[in-house]
């Protein structure tokens, strides 16, 4: 029966040390490697070795191994019946300094999976496999979550092709992938490679489950979230820092620093989260007053409706500031790129229900797994559009991610393998 399937935490942790040899993480802002962190960007040769590393592990699962147009990587472990598989996905690809566990452990936690099905012979009603999801991140190339999202069919397959990698890379997409051996020849797209369900266990990378010493979250959604380039150009405002006194400049970064700050103070009043990750000036000169400046702008709130009126609001309030900071007829220009949308959304019933009976399994008792929404987008916000979905939380300590302090008890990342395990065989057998 079910109960009698344990995951093996030991060989569950090896295997995540064993692939933390892939991508060294390096010390903030030194290349001096860290002992917990993590670099491995998507489509590096990192990236390529530990993907190597699933196939063959995989493959010598039980799995036939097929790779699509996005590097995406489904290991399907074949069923009793034929049929589209239940799948364990999350992604192999981290931050460019971040942590050990955000995407990895959830695509270890579902070959854990196979190996426990491997061992105890068991036979599923139908296939159930492990995805990797390529550049989940969209850290290396601008646009997170970008390979489900073109297997959902939400994002054209030569715009995620073309795409360039952030900091004026010259590499696309589609020559990384080629580089390193993954530009698969099945369709990116959820009718060549369609999917009974989604489980993905991630870590929580909030506070939530920590303080109140919780260890599973039973997630129920996710919420809207939106990328933007903001440009501000300042046509003629570049000049010298000591002749031009203030009364004369336009100074384009002045006016950035005024909309990112206003940007923090709207989002505010409307209970939302505005963030600025990246920001570039030019010409980057001490003695010159900057004419162009780009910020990244991440807008995140639980309605979608709640983003509308927020853009809306920033998009005037950032003009009228271009305009105070115009004199002399040196127009600062503010233009808007918009590079990710991710609406809010609900999971399926049927897999919330999936993980919380596995959760009450495991724990022993439901009061130590609670519902929650997720405030980081994922994979799953794609899969959902195209087959029943759900996640699993599992404590980060302080809540930290993206960050080489980022961490988790080997026993909790059992405790949610094993809940993610439990999940897929429970909709196995719907
Ligand atoms: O940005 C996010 O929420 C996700 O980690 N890509
Ligand atoms: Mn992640
Ligand atoms: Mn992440
Ligand atoms: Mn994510």
Known sequence: TLQTLKVNQTRLLSSLHHTCQWGTGTRWGTAEATETGMSRLSLSDADKQVRDWFVETTKSLGCTVSVDAMGNIFAVRPGREDGPPTCAGSHLDTQPTGGRYDGILGVLAGVEMLRVLEEKGVETAFPVGVVNWTNEEGARFPISMISSGVWAGDIPLDRAHGLKEVGGGTATMKEELERIGYLG????????MPLAAHFELHI??????????????VVQGVQAYRWYTVEVVG??????TGTTPFSSRSD??????????LSHDLATSHAALASTGILTLHPGS???IPGRVTFSLDIRAPLDSTLDTLEAELKSRFATIASKETTKGLDLAVSWRTDSVSPAIHFHEDCISAVREAAKAVCGSDSLARD???GAGHDSVYTSRHCPTSMVFVPCRNGVSHNPEEYTSPEDCAIGAEVLMQSVLRYDRL
């Open 185 to 192: 020849s099945m369709p990116a797209s959820h009718t060549a």
């Open 204 to 217: 929580e990378q909030g506070p939530v489950l920590e303080a109140q010493r919780q260890k599973i979250g």
């Open 235 to 240: 046509r003629g405002a570049q000049a010298h």
């Open 252 to 261: 384009a970064l002045l006016a950035a620093c005024r909309m990112i700050t």
């Open 286 to 288: 001490v003695n010159t």
């Open 372 to 374: 929650m929404v997720s």
